[in-house]
């Protein structure tokens, strides 16, 4: 079975308010592209990725107007996908959306959201996704109240060979400081944004634990707006949201595993993977960076897995046929991650 994750850039403006697809000759929110060449381009990643999965980050919008899981189906007829069938989970107010886009001959899934609606008491599970978390940010001796402004997509999977796993789709608060206006609020707010995203990974982290204790098979997987080298406020915090969710220094059989993020983490390497793109309006020049993973249980891990990053240029078998390195250039800032999976 293939899984992907895959995040999309401004799904949701490829759809008309009441949720057809606007294929034309307008411009797209990406720069230079059109509705029309980034949607036809969505179709080639799309078809070439052959997945029985994908977990869509920055899904098209969810509303009282329109509605994701019809917006993702109807797209999937127009290109002829065979992940014809859309699941959603918690709205949320950012208009971008997690949503799953699957193969109902290959799995079956339903939303599965874990943990009380509040803070739990000592040793009950963690809190809803949708709901809060309590931790004491600052250290002061004060409880700080977190949310997800894209509460995660808990999913109960089943194989069409019998096998029952767990998925996470994920896509955690950005860490850039806005609204900024002065190198003091630019350090507060920076300083502030990191505690919060890694406060989020705390919570996640917890729920895998909860999963891992009940042996359990689970993939989490999504844009983390984290990585090696994105800011100078890593040696501050000391590690990465990214770290405490895979549980990097706890014993093995608590861990989750992404080979991209060990060869990013555990050694600094003059080339390192990336899954996203992003130009920069002031360096006149692109920055590569590694945002989006697929971890894995260390069961699933033992089946030996394969992972792939489709780059257009790291990758070769990417990189060989114009015609789809072309279309991930222009379907969106990041590329999709696969893993391969014997069940």
């Given at each position: 079975m293939r899984i992907a994750t895959y995040n999309v850039e401004w799904f949701t403006n490829l759809f008309d308010k009441h949720g057809a697809l606007l294929e034309d000759g307008e411009w797209s929110s990406r720069y230079n592209v059109t509705r029309a060449d980034q949607l036809g381009s969505l179709g080639i990643v799309f078809t070439a990725m052959d997945a029985d999965a994908i977990m869509i980050i920055e899904a098209p919008d969810n509303n009282r107007h329109r509605k994701t899981v019809e917006m993702l189906e109807a797209f999937a007829a127009r290109y002829e996908l065979r992940t014809r069938k859309a699941l959603l989970g918690y709205e949320n107010e950012t208009q971008q959306e997690i949503a799953l886009l699957y193969d109902?001959?290959?799995?079956?899934?339903?939303?599965?959201?874990?943990?009380?609606?509040?803070?739990?008491?000592?040793?009950?599970?963690?809190?809803?996704?949708?709901?809060?978390?309590?931790?004491?940010?600052?250290?002061?001796?004060?409880?700080?109240?977190?949310?997800?402004?894209?509460?995660?997509?808990?999913?109960?999977?089943?194989?069409?060979?019998g096998r029952a796993f767990r998925m996470i789709g994920v896509h955690v608060k950005s860490k850039a400081p806005h609204g900024a206006s002065t190198e003091a609020q630019l350090h507060r707010l920076a300083i502030e944004n990191r505690r919060k995203q890694l406060a989020q990974c705390i919570w996640l982290r917890e729920r895998v634990l909860e999963h891992l204790r009940a042996n359990e098979s689970l993939i989490v997987m999504g844009d983390f707006n984290d990585g090696p080298g994105l800011d100078e406020y890593e040696k501050l915090f000391g590690r990465s949201g990214v770290e405490i969710v895979l549980g990097w220094d706890e014993p093995r059989e608590l861990r989750l595993f992404d080979p991209h993020a060990r060869v990013a983490f555990g050694k600094k390497m003059a080339a390192m993977p990336a899954t996203a793109r992003f130009y920069l309006d002031d360096k006149g020049a692109f920055f590569s960076a590694l945002l989006d993973y697929m971890m894995v249980s260390p069961d699933l891990r033992a089946l030996g897995p394969k992972w792939r990053i489709w780059h257009p240029f790291d990758d070769p078998g990417c990189y060989r046929v114009p015609e789809l390195r072309d279309a991930l250039l222009a379907a969106s800032d990041h590329y999709p991650v696969t893993v391969d999976l014997p069940i």
């Open positions: 109902p001959d290959k799995l079956s899934v339903e939303h599965d959201p874990i943990g009380m609606p509040d803070q739990p008491i000592d040793g009950t599970a963690s809190p809803r996704f949708d709901s809060s978390y309590k931790i004491d940010l600052d250290i002061d001796a004060t409880m700080d109240i977190v949310r997800f402004s894209k509460p995660p997509l808990e999913i109960s999977a089943r194989s069409a060979a």
